[in-house]
């Protein structure tokens, strides 16, 4: 019989210990267990999920089940001792134990929502957990814990660079824009700036570039599709190419050539997310930097790719008709016509066509080969000068002269090749001049305006040594004697060149007497393996070698003008008068 008991209007039972129950402390601890399996199961990945969540999840689940956990002991030790409960239907025992086991299930869900259904995006309402988490998790650097984490990051990538504050171009000049210093951005933009900071940290990046290229790909394309070029992604962009480059096996080397690689060589959606659009590269500003030190062990193979991403931005370049100085593809210049600045040391080695320095070569020659096609196809411009006066200087430069200028330093690295006499030929004539010059080689629009700034940079160093004997106008003229010859052949093939060889024979034919007079050693340096200097009957010999179909060594003459008298040195002075006594 249920004693009823009432006060101040409101009546209260013994609650039932045979009631029915299927949510109690007992089933409690057993969902409990399998919660906390689940939790501790997890990897980085829904750790990381977790942790980001827009709404603090760790401590709401704590709290939760706490509670859950309380209230449902709580409700066993009641039900055991009979204790008095409200009277009515408001809240019957089967409610309470469902709302109990609800909220213990929702607290599941949530979690189970948030780790595997909706990974969690960096927003307004998780923007200081986002960055509390990935901090640790980078200043940790565990690289399995990063490849991990580079994934997760592509998810958050679009809003990043959403909420991340845009300088635009005039970041590049530390130009501030009118009320910029004055503005506190809001707490997401702030944390989206600082993320996009704290993912250049080299270890990520070389995760990224090993396990999640995607992530990159992410961040690049949005800042194309949002036009938000001048986002804080320098270091960052310029970590991913150094890591690029230095991995082997990363995008750059597998976007290559469709019968190389095949689909994904003919899209090439890396590379061309990040390198095929010029005013974001120009914006960034680094992401044709290599790095400075990692640069110099670089293989012809990381060159060749290096190559191949600046000529995507300078397609573009060219195809859009920017027509301005690109500080990006000018610095870029300097550093490819650099790559084989060390063929010097081949100098007296038998196979230097087999080395790496002479490969390194190669991929430059036919990058420059290749950039002047994009050239071609686009056609000479009617503001393209022939000829730039050098008191006009650097603002009426265009590409055709940095491409000219290019191929100038291209041909003096060479030049350092002096013996011996195969090796010499094989590196400045096959290699370089072979490939630019004669053979209908650069014959397009474009080409021919190259070659005449090429010719005339190659004569003008060639006669400031009437001015000022050096050592680097000697090598150009051992270039220029040793590719072209001592002697005005009359076939097609070399007709590019001819007007040059005429040039430099009759600077040579007039001047190398006077040259060997005045500096030994600098005229000596004129003269590389198999071509002499006979004093005696004032003439250049070129010998060719009694060597294969060869019976007799062969012998081709170069007639020297006689050195002009040296100046009589001025008469003495007369004597002064004595003063008179």
Not at 74 to 89: F, I, M, S
Not at 499 to 512: D, G, S
Request: net charge neutral; with cysteine; proline share 5%.
């Amino acid at each position: 019989m249920t004693v009823e008991q009432c006060f101040v209007g409101v009546c209260f039972i013994p609650l039932s210990g045979n009631g029915q129950k299927f949510f109690g402390f007992s089933e409690f601890l057993a969902g409990l267990a399998l919660m906390v399996l689940a939790w501790t199961i997890a990897d980085v990945r829904y750790r990381f999920r977790v942790r980001t969540a827009p709404m603090p999840l760790m401590g709401i689940t704590f709290s939760v089940v706490a509670a859950v956990g309380m209230l449902t002991l709580l409700t066993d030790l009641w039900r055991a001792e009979q204790w008095l409960v409200p009277k009515g239907n408001l809240l019957t025992p089967a409610s309470w134990q469902a709302t109990l086991g609800g909220l213990f299930l929702l607290t599941f869900l949530t979690w189970a929502w948030f780790a595997f259904i909706r990974p969690p995006k960096y927003g307004r309402h998780n923007a200081e957990r986002f960055a509390q988490t990935l901090y640790r998790f980078i200043l940790n650097g565990s690289p399995t814990e990063l490849a991990v984490i580079a994934d997760e990051l592509a998810y958050s990538a679009s809003s990043l660079v959403r909420h991340a504050t845009d300088r635009g171009r005039l970041k590049n000049y530390r130009v501030e824009r009118e009320g910029e210093a004055k503005r506190t951005p809001p707490k997401v933009e702030g944390y989206a700036n600082d993320l996009l900071l704290l993912i250049a940290d080299k270890r990520l990046c070389r995760a990224i570039v090993e396990s999640s290229p995607g992530t990159a790909l992410a961040v690049f394309q949005a800042m194309a599709e949002m036009k938000k070029y001048g986002i804080q992604v320098e270091t960052f962009a310029k970590n991913i190419v150094s890591e690029a480059l230095a991995n082997k096996d990363s995008f750059l080397y597998h976007e290559a050539e469709g019968y190389e690689s095949g689909l994904i060589g003919y899209h090439k959606p890396l590379s061309q997310a990040m390198f095929a659009n010029y005013e974001m590269v120009e914006t960034i500003g680094t992401l044709l930097d290599p790095d400075i030190y990692g640069k110099r062990e670089w293989d012809a193979a990381q060159w060749e790719a290096y190559c191949r991403v600046v000529l995507m931005t300078f397609r573009n370049y060219v195809k859009e008709g920017y027509g301005g100085h690109s500080f990006v593809l000018y610095r870029a210049k300097g550093y490819i016509e650099n790559a084989a600045s060390d063929l010097y040391t081949l100098n007296e080695l038998t196979s230097a066509w087999d080395t790496d320095s002479s490969r390194r070569l190669r991929v430059v020659v036919e990058f420059i080969k290749d950039a002047v096609k994009i050239l071609d196809e686009k056609g000479v411009p009617d503001h393209v000068r022939i000829r730039v006066r050098e008191k006009h200087g650097h603002p009426r430069e265009t590409f055709y002269d940095h491409i000219a200028s290019m191929i100038f330093e291209v041909i003096f690295h060479a030049s350092a090749v002096r013996s011996p006499e195969w090796g010499c030929w094989s590196i400045q004539h096959n290699s370089v001049w072979g490939e630019l010059f004669n053979f209908n080689h650069l014959d397009g629009p474009a080409g021919r305006v190259v070659k005449f700034k090429v010719r005339r940079l190659l004569y003008d160093e060639i006669a400031e040594m009437r001015r000022f004997a050096n050592f680097k106008g000697a090598k150009i003229l051992s270039f220029c004697l040793n590719v072209m010859g001592l002697a005005v052949s009359q076939v097609d093939y070399d007709k590019d060149s001819r007007a040059l060889q005429k040039a430099v024979l009759a600077w040579t034919k007039k001047n190398f007497v006077w040259l060997h007079r005045y500096n030994p050693r600098v005229a000596e340096s004129c003269l590389v393996d198999g071509t002499t200097y006979d004093a005696e009957n004032l003439r250049l010999v070129r010998t060719s070698p009694a060597e294969g179909l060869r019976r007799e060594p062969s012998y081709v003459y170069l007639e020297l003008d006689p050195a002009p008298p040296e100046p009589e040195p001025e008469a003495a002075a007369a004597p002064l008068p004595e003063p008179n006594a």
